[in-house]
C-alpha cells in the first residue's frame, strides 16, 4: 500500500500478475455489450418445376390419352392434338407420370415413368412411345363361276409396297 503524505489518501496499487485477467474480463464484457445478432438470410425460393412429354405411336402423337402426375401433389390432364402433355409450377422431388386409354391397337413398353425435379434440374421429360401392332390376317378366297380355284396368285400392294 502506498500513502500519499501530502494528502494522507490510500492508494491500492494492482498487482502486474491480475493485470491480463482483468484486461480479458473487460474485453469479453465489451464483446459481449456489442449487437452480435447478425440478420438471417433469406430462404431460398421454392422450385417451380415442369414436366412435360408425349404419347406417340411410330412418330405420331396420340391426341386424348390420360397423363397423371403423383408426388407431392397429384394432377391429370389429357394430351392435346399432338400427344402432348405438361405440368408447371411443381414442387422439388420425384414425381410418377402414368398413361392411360392408350390405343387398343398399339403396344407400349411402358404406361408409367419417373421424372425429378431439383434446383440444378428444374425441368425433366417423359415420353411414352409404341409401336401399331401388327397382327392382322388377310384372307382371300378365289372362286371362278362359284367354284373355289386352288392355283391362284394373290398380289397385294400397300404403304410398304406390293406383296405376293
Known sequence: MTVDSSRRTARRAVPRRRLPGLLGAAF???????????PTPPPDP?????????????GTGIAGVQVSISGPTTRS????????FRFDGLAEGTWVVSVTGLPDAA??????GSASITRSAPTATVEF?????????IVVTVRVAGQGFEAATVNL???GGPST
Open 77 to 84: 390432364q389429357a394430351t392435346d392434338a399432338g400427344g402432348r
Open 107 to 112: 403396344d407400349f413398353s411402358t404406361s408409367a
Open 157 to 159: 400392294d400397300g404403304p
Open 129 to 137: 412411345v409404341g409401336t401399331w401392332k401388327r397382327d392382322a390376317a
Open 28 to 38: 469479453l464484457l465489451a464483446v459481449a455489450s456489442c449487437d452480435t445478432d447478425s
Open 46 to 58: 421454392e422450385v417451380a418445376g415442369s414436366v412435360a412429354g408425349s404419347v406417340q405411336v411410330e
